[in-house]
């Protein structure tokens, strides 16, 4: 009592096949904090203890609400696994996107390269430690042609999709090494269709083509809320970098209306107490 916490917003049923491997993202009926009930938008909020995690006191309360979003991209990291020496890609640069960059460069990944489209994404990626060689715009160039550049042809090891678009899925099997692997993060915009040649390269090139949803929570040191919480303890994170604004509840309104509408460049937006 008395101790802050973080929420894992899941609430899963623990008798369906997928809970009982404790696959709980994968839970067939589950309940969700913030989604499928009420979230901390509420003035009170119940949540099973079971839900509850205890914050290190070195977490700020603002690190502490980008848990969840934190914990998606290290689940999605995870799937890829990526080998220090792989080069990796990371393409679209939405929050998730961003946070993989940052626990991607935290994990020691040495080749990195980024795309992203907007400038302030660009200066996000450099404060979290990306050279700026490393980023690709892809309003002013050929991504392909900059990462065949990059990577003597061959493409990456590992992409990261964190778009959903169809022509960035067919992108990232493009530019994917044999024996590669392409990490589907993005929820889709639209239907997928992959034309004949990229649906090849698939097959001959023995591609690994995965897809990623929520993340891990089991109670567990090794699940990906534990492994959030111990690069926060060690201070080896700063997701605080990424947020860019800060609004009091009273204006919270406002900030769900910039995210709507897109009215100004945002990556988190935070209300505050
Ligand atoms: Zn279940």
Redesign the pocket.
Known sequence: LGRSVGIFPLI?????S??RKKLYEM????DYTGSRRDGAFAEYVSVPVWNLIPLPEEASFEAAAMLEPMAVAVHAMRRAAPAAADTTVVCGLGTIGLLLVMFLLDAGIKNLLVIGNKEFQKQAVLKLGLPKDAYCDSRTEDVSRWLSARTDGMGADVFFECVGKNETCIQAVQNTAPAGTVLLTGNPFSDMELPKDVYWKILRNQLKVTGTWNSSYIHDPADDWNYVLDRLSAKKITPEDLITHRLPLERLTEGLHIMRDKTEDYIKIMAVL
Request: hydrophobic share 0%.
């Open positions: 899963p049923c623990k008798t369906c997928p809970c839970c067939r009926n589950y």
